[in-house]
């Protein structure tokens, strides 16, 4: 009996009979597995399990009452490359080599070194906003289409400029560009708050400012390479709110090799923008697209809070400067009212079997980022595990292969972003509408734009999957790697098709929702309508009682001479008088009397008629 140690699980050989090894493993492995998958976070790991986690505490029960702790790791190597702006794969068929970028001369220097011909195929991460010298180094390094850089940094081509609408352009004149959209859900902390959509509307306008302010903000300033930037903010319900973001990829020739450039919007954790301070610094070069030029003017740096009190009882003294950084609706108190009480939901990733085997999925130097707060994106860490479930030869030798992990990324944050929003459109597009007093199209008009604008986005992808890309992307070289790759991008296909049919679904949803409610205020003004008229005809009804009576005593009162106070009539005569006129008017109210009357002419008219012809 052998005890085998090593990361795998602890398996004993038994030996059968006719000689063959078995393993076998213990039911406390497996639930051990299965809380090391649980463990694993959107701040370490690009395939978090924290959806696994009630499931492991259940598994664990037989074992003790808390389940053992992530296991510790040397952190010594989980900093490389966590806050690089560009990190290099360079793909091999056995084993890529990764190369972490800070720098630019240091990139420029591998450019150099690589030779102006490079023999290998290379996937390029660019992370973040980038400044000018980056995208120069990048642009020239691998003679970029600056059509690229131009539809990444959109937002940028209206500044002290005419629109003049080129985007989006005809599909076959960028051939060789592609861009994801992905989305990341977060909520906050909305226990203390009542369901107002007065309040729900108002928070919707509030954060639609702010994200303008903060585009604008981008647009005349910029900001610090390497910062995340988000494209669009939406509000779902009081709880729920998610980010979208771009990653944009363009192939490049490089002689004998190809290199795919993928930019990234998730840069820095987006929790180094919550929670901190502008402090002293010394002069940077900062770029501003307004003026196009490059100064010297003093950038303040944010920092948390707790390396502001160390460095002032280090006693370090420079002079002070203020710089206001672009700020998102997610910092906004009124979004967020509590300390940390809005973040971000991990992007849940299954592969089979995956959470037996988190060693391969699991990034080195766990808890790294634990200790900081704010909002984290396992998008960050797209660069760091990225390829872990690819074929190795594959991934070498075709280019859109190499991008199936970013599609696979999309697909499943696209699925749960569809997963939040089918949850905050149901009380709308359901039988529980009925029961609202006072329904609104406000929730399904605002997410019906939402859907239109997410199935553009994919039909753009499931084209670009059908066509691998375009016919002149290089392609894998042998059948085997040739079937590999036709049946990714074929799972590519089927996912997308199926995400498109439920947002194409969901859309159909917010208009069935929007006419229930319209017929069913509609209906409800009906029955409004038809109690009130009921209570005019209970109305009615009295009138013609009391009108005759009203009319009799009126022409008893009249000061005529033959109805003076002096003369002999009695009191009878009152009576005999009004109930003739009473019963003349039930018979106007209960028959009529037009439609008799004509009827008994039409009835004249067929006598007439029939006399005639018999004669």
Not at 5 to 17: G, K
Not at 30 to 42: F, G, T
Not at 294 to 322: F, I, W
Request: a neutral charge.
């Amino acid at each position: 009996m052998t005890n085998e140690t090593d990361d795998q699980l602890s398996e004993f050989a038994i030996r059968s009979p006719t000689g063959t090894l078995h393993l076998e493993r213990q039911p406390r492995d497996y639930a051990l597995r299965v809380s090391e998958h649980a463990n694993q976070s959107s701040q370490t790991s690009l395939f978090p399990g924290q959806n696994y986690e009630n499931l492991a505490d259940y598994l664990w029960r037989p074992y003790g009452n808390d389940r053992p702790p992530p296991a510790t790791s040397d952190t010594s190597t989980s900093t490389a490359g966590l806050d690089c702006f560009a990190t290099i794969h360079i793909l091999r068929s056995k084993g890529n080599r990764v190369i972490h970028v800070e720098k630019v001369d240091d990139f420029l220097r591998h450019r150099r070194e690589s030779g102006a011909h490079q023999k290998e195929n290379c996937l390029l991460f660019l992370r973040g906003f980038a400044s000018p010298d980056w995208l120069n180094a990048v642009g020239s390094s691998y003679w970029v289409d600056p059509e690229f850089f131009q539809r990444h940094l959109e937002f940028f081509s209206t500044i002290g400029k005419r629109n003049y609408f080129p985007l989006p352009s005809v599909v076959s004149s960028a051939s060789n560009i592609i861009r994801l959209r992905i989305t990341t859900m977060g909520h906050r902390d909305s226990s203390a708050e009542t369901h107002n959509q007065t309040k729900l509307d108002a928070l919707r306008d509030l954060c639609a400012k702010d994200m303008d302010n903060y585009l604008e903000k981008i647009k005349l300033d910029g900001i610090e390479p390497g910062d995340s930037v988000v494209r669009r903010f939406s509000v779902h319900d009081n709880t729920h709110f998610s980010l979208e973001q771009d990653i944009t990829f363009c192939i490049t020739d490089c002689g004998q090799s190809w290199t795919v450039i993928a930019w990234l919007d998730p840069g820095n954790a987006l929790s180094e923008e919550l929670n901190q301070v502008d402090i002293p610094c010394i002069p940077q070069r900062r770029w501003s697209p307004l003026t196009n030029s490059s100064d010297t003017r003093p950038m303040s740096r944010q920092v948390p809070l707790a390396s502001v009190g160390r460095k002032e009882k280090e006693g370090t003294a420079s002079k002070s400067y203020t710089t206001v950084k672009a700020q998102g609706p997610w910092q906004r108190k009124a979004f967020s009212p509590y300390e940390l009480a809005a973040e971000l939901h991990p992007t849940i990733q299954h592969h089979p079997g995956m959470a037996l085997n988190t060693p391969k999925f699991a990034l080195r130097g766990q808890g790294y980022l634990a200790h900081t707060r704010g909002f984290h994106q396992n998008a960050t860490l797209l660069h760091l595990g990225y390829g872990r479930t690819l074929d190795e030869e594959t991934f070498a030798s075709d280019a859109f292969y190499a991008l199936h992990e970013f599609f696979t990324f999309k697909a499943f944050s696209e699925s749960q972003f569809l997963n939040v929003v089918e949850a905050a459109i149901a009380p709308e597009t359901s039988h529980m509408v009925l029961r609202q007093e006072q329904p609104t199209l406000s929730n399904l008009l605002y997410h019906k734009e939402i859907f239109l604008n997410h199935a553009q986005e994919l039909r753009s992808n499931i084209s670009a999957i059908k066509n691998r890309g375009s016919g002149h992307w290089p392609r894998a070289l042998s059948d085997v790697q040739q079937k590999v790759a036709c049946a990714a991008a074929d799972t590519l296909l089927h996912d997308f098709e199926s995400l498109l049919q439920r947002t194409e679904l969901l859309s159909r949803r917010c208009d069935q929702g929007m006419s229930i409610i319209m017929n069913n205020t509609a209906l409800t003004e009906s029955r409004r309508a038809i109690s009130q008229a009921r209570l005019v005809g209970r109305l009615t009804l009295l009138a013609y009682f009391y009108i005759p009576l009203s009319f009799t005593s009126s022409f008893f009162g009249m000061n005529f001479s033959q109805l003076n106070n002096g003369s002999n009539l009695h009191i009878w005569l009152y009576f005999v008088t009004c109930i003739p006129v009473l019963l003349f008017s039930i018979i106007f109210l209960k028959f009529n009397i037009r439609r008799d009357v004509e009827r008994v002419l039409q009835l004249d008219r067929l006598y007439e008629w029939g006399r005639r012809l018999l004669s």
